[in-house]
């Protein structure tokens, strides 16, 4: 670059930032569907947005940038996608009217999975972007801006962590006493059902001294609660601050000790990879919460292997004992699919069998949904949706009452309660359960971000009444 180009680059930074001084600020609007994942990275995007001198708005026609963060899990996520697209599209056209721009940007897995195909059939779409390049935002908008349609959903060789912001102390005492704090991404697992490891790309873990360093800044901003996500958390692994290879356990362990931080939790975690130090964390480390999701999905081993999903009911059952031994206070959530091709009566019957063996504190259940490009999709016998539907309402019908069971459980215990925000009703905070589970308290019980001993009083539909102990 010679000093030409330099001069002139800085005028220009000078002559924007004086814009920027009396122009408002841009707007951006960003709606998030998925997992939590997604949610935390809807965060680093608008930090890396508030980098590039956009404020978060919740209201859409006021938004110069519309970003949709999307999910392909299910057919009907990913549809949601383009029905809402029709609907920002009317907008965009009706600020055009009046001299406004809109710019509208597709993100997330929805995004990495169709790529221009989204811009084939919503014209109106300005930029799509994945996962994985998110610390790129910046840059691509300035294209857009220049006129450009931009698809970016190479899988970047840069570190994306590394590049994108930190948000503001202040930003971070708004979001909250809980926060999300990604430490790997990706899949190698492949079951044949599921599309995450084409739309998020293969298994990477963030390094130590980063995942410490954003704890760090989480604790100093107030925040008590930590859940590590990952898309198989508990296959993190790097290199520790001694030298050794860690696994999650060990990264659990050195998390517990920066001050301020009360609760970890981490999510989601594959039976193959729950190791014994994990199990061990859960033993020994009284900041770990004792709630675990641990999908199996279903409980015939015919179906486990058909989804590939390289274990047995017996081993998934032998490995909930391990954890019971170490944690005896543990409830475990999970995930379930009914309907996989070739899901027989008598498969149904083995993962209404295996619930009522472990018996759920809560857990989430789906319908097959064939995605493109999956293995799964191509399998004979796909099960007739009469049958899927017929096989969900039991499921469901049984997990329901195994929560409330667990909710009314708890009625008459003393257990701690982390004060999350105001409640809805007058007079009330709600707070945070080991297990997850909302309680609602008198708002003198506490301030905010305070960890109280509460006694249960009753069960609401999802929720939980204490008073002060
Ligand atoms: N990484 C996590 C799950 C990610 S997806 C894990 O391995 O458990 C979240 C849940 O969505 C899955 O556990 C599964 O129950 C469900 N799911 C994934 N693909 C699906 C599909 N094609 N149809 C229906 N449910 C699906
Ligand atoms: Fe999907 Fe299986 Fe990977 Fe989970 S482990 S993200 S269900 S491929
Ligand atoms: Fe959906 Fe992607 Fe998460 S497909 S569940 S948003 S990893």
Known sequence: MDLN???????????????????????????????QMNVYDSQRMTDALAADGYTATDVIADADLVLLNTCHIREKAAEKVYSELGRIRDMKAERAAVGREMLIGVAGCVAQAEGAEIIRRSPA???????????????VLARVRGGEKIVETEYAIEDKFEHLPQPKRAEMIKRGVTAFLTVQEGCDKFCTFCVVPYTRGSEVSRPVAQIVAEA??????????VTLLGQNVNAWHGKGEDGMEWGLGRLLFRLAEIPGLARLRYTTSHPRDMDDELIAAHRDLPALMPYLHLPVQSGSDRILKAMNRRHTAKDYLALLERIRAARGDIALSGDFIVGFPGETDADFEATMGL????????????????????????????????????????????????????GLGL????????????????????????????????????????????????????????ELA
């Open 355 to 406: 619930v009522r063996q472990v018996n759920y504190a809560s857990a989430f259940s789906f319908k097959y949904s064939p995605r493109p490009g999956t293995p799964g999709a191509d399998m004979p016998d796909h099960v007739p949706e009469a049958v899927k539907d017929e096989r969900l309402q039991r499921l469901q019908a049984l997990l329901l009452k195994q929560q409330q069971d667990f």
């Open 411 to 466: 009625v008459g215990s003393t257990i701690d309660t982390l004060i999350e925000k105001p409640g809805r009703q007058a007079g009330q905070k709600v707070g945070r359960s080991p297990w997850l589970q909302p309680v609602i308290v008198d708002e003198m019980a506490g301030e905010i971000g305070d960890i109280i001993r509460v006694r249960i009083t009753k069960t609401g539909y999802n929720s939980l009444f204490a």
């Open 125 to 139: 779409v300005d930029l799509v972007i994945g996962p994985q390049t998110y610390h790129r935002l910046p840059d």
């Open 5 to 35: 180009t330099i001069e002139r680059n800085e005028t220009d930074s000078a002559s924007q930032s004086a814009a920027a001084a009396s122009a408002p600020a841009k707007k951006v609007f960003v709606k998030t569907y998925g997992c």
């Open 216 to 225: 760090e800044r989480l604790a100093d901003a107030g925040v008590r609660e």
